[in-house]
């Protein structure tokens, strides 16, 4: 727009200069030095014909066309009279020649790059005016090339789930089934084989807690691996496994519980009744009725006399861990109260030894 008004005033100024020669040449046509009033004229004329058609006729380089007529003009009228004005006039011709050739090179790179311009947009302007499913047949070819370039990048970092939902992809909307499936199946096989790995040390994990007898814990760590790898065959029946091993532990609890009652190992017994306890629900517990009742008093005895002998002894630290254990262990008995009114005496006997 700039390069356009430019010209259009360079044509209105070569336009007042033809005129202004016309007049000359018009006002110096009767004198007798008007050596170059006859050449002027035609070429002024000539010049103001040019200007005019290009006004109607939009010709290019209409100003640089008169100013060369003008040119010329001087130079018939100077070329036996006056050589600094023919020289003058040549270099003004020069000079229109080359400003023609200039500005028709621009306008034509101008106006190449304006169709190019316009070729684009028009582009552009089509493809946004298209449908989602006419792009997707129009760059199909391209979008499969990205999705399978996209698979290969998320399997290679190890994001195996976004590689399946790209092939789920790849089969619906574009109906690459068979491509899809064999990339999938890579895939599976891929996951397969790195969860196996890790699916190993998780299971040698929860042994350990089968083990250390941590069954609330591996109950939870089996089902957060059925979370996180659902299609296993190895996790198969693993709260299944967790619950026969826990199983089998109690039976062996049952078994070594009446083994030392039978021996009266009367604290080995207790220790186990006690671990027991939480595995019996109150109808497998009636079984184990009568031979609790008999390790529990037995037990309780077997207390009462150590800490006796303990007081009859002076050995008032160990009466005092021993009363402590009955206090403890029968809180609702009454030789659990008679125990601790022993202990404020027996504790203060422990200071004044202290002290002596």
Known sequence: ????????????????????????????????????????????????????????????????????????????????????????????????VVGALVTSKRSDQTSGNGELVTSKLDVLLEAVQMSENAKRVLFRDRELSVLRSTVQDDITNGEFHSALVLCDQMATVFGAVEEAEILRAKVTVIIHEQHDARICDEIAKLQVMLDQHEWVAAYQDAARLRRLFPESPRLHGIEQHIADVRTQYRHDLEAKFLHAAELEKVEEAMLLLRELDGYLTPDEARRFRDTATEVITKYRDSIRVRFNMAVGDHRWQEAIEFGEVIMHQFPNTKMAEEVYSMLETIRVRVVEDETS
């Open 1 to 96: 727009m700039k390069t356009n008004k430019v010209l259009s005033e360079s044509c209105y100024f070569t336009l007042a200069i033809s005129v202004a020669i016309l007049l000359a040449a018009l006002y110096y046509s009767n004198t007798t030095e008007a050596f170059w009033t006859a050449s002027m004229l035609v070429a002024s004329i000539a010049a103001l014909a040019v200007l005019i058609s290009s006004i109607a006729l939009k010709i290019k380089l209409a100003e640089f066309y008169a100013v060369a007529i003008l040119a010329v003009g001087g130079v018939i009228a100077s070329a036996t009279t006056n050589e600094n004005i023919l020289l003058a006039s040549i270099v003004v011709l020069g000079l229109a």
